[in-house]
């Protein structure tokens, strides 16, 4: 009876679960999916993260490649994100070209690596006007349930905390980049930004980190990204309905306490990893 209720009135069945301040999957309507990291999956990458939120899972690969600095920004290095959502995550993507919500999703890792200056470019310039650094961050989902937001800016920010770069000098007489992959170096984090993902109800009931179905009923999206400075980094929300001055700030306030958890959580990990080695 509750499966064919669930088909037949999927919106219904979600607001007969909202009344009473919970939902479907047991969550109450500020709790988020259990969340796990796993740092250093991808032996061939420079540096790699696997996160599972719920059934959300990502994985982020960083490739750094040396190239020319820009003419514009001839002493900074560049960080190039792609976010893939192949079929294989679900099927609801297609085969082919990123679809819109790929590129949506690139754009908005681009946008908070800018604002929340995660890295300084700087650090990655070699030799100022003729070497740097650029890191391809490949952000790939593997499962889709929802909220791949927060998952990728957790699996990027993971992967650049452990990336290590080779040692590069450059020789005198050739003027040609000589790279000892013995010697490698930490990236030099100056920010931890996390996303925190809300999803609207019925213009009003706000609920945190959505499944791939609370996403596709509800009536508006938004994303807050904050550091440890509780910074207000990033907010993205892509039209839907509009949010109260009040419940942006309650927005806010679950993301400064999802930065805390998530941060915790990429430093426990970490050091984990540096123990067993």
């Not at 599972?52 to 560049?78: F, Q, S």
């Not at 792609?82 to 990123?98: E, I, K, Q, W």
């Not at 890295?119 to 650094?133: F, I, Q, S």
């Not at 000098?169 to 040609?176: R, V």
């Amino acid at each position: 009876m509750a499966a064919g209720f669930k088909t037949a009135e999927p919106l219904e069945y979600h607001r007969s679960f909202l009344k009473e301040n919970c939902r479907p999957d047991g969550r109450e309507l500020s709790e988020f999916r259990t969340t796990t990291l796993n740092i250093g999956s991808i032996s061939t990458a420079d540096g790699s993260a696997l996160v599972k939120m719920g059934n959300t899972t990502i994985i982020c690969g960083v490739k750094a490649e040396l190239a020319n600095p820009t003419v514009d920004a001839p002493g900074k290095g560049y960080i190039v994100p792609n976010v893939d959502l192949p079929p294989l995550c679900s099927s609801r993507f297609r085969p082919g070209p990123p679809g819109e919500q790929a590129q949506a999703a690139s754009q908005f890792i681009a946008d908070v690596i800018e604002s929340s200056e995660v890295l300084k470019t700087e650090d990655l310039c070699v030799d100022r006007g003729k070497l740097c650094w650029v890191l391809y961050c490949d952000i790939m989902c593997l499962d889709y349930d929802g909220n791949i937001l927060d998952a990728s800016v957790i699996a990027l920010l993971a992967a650049l905390r452990n990336t290590r770069l080779p040692e590069v000098s450059i020789n005198t007489e050739t003027c040609t980049p000589e790279v000892n992959f013995e010697k490698r170096r930490r990236l030099r984090i100056h920010k931890h930004p996390v996303g925190t993902s809300f999803c609207v109800f019925d213009d009003s009931v706000l609920i945190v980190d959505p499944t791939a179905e609370e996403e596709s009923l509800s009536t508006a999206r938004l994303t807050v990204v904050t550091d440890e400075d509780d910074r207000l980094c990033s907010l993205h929300k892509p039209g839907g309905s509009s949010l109260s001055g009040e419940k942006l700030q309650e927005c806010i306030n679950l993301a400064t306490t999802r930065q805390r958890e998530i941060q915790k959580l990429i430093e426990k990990v970490t050091h984990s990893l540096k123990t067993e080695k």
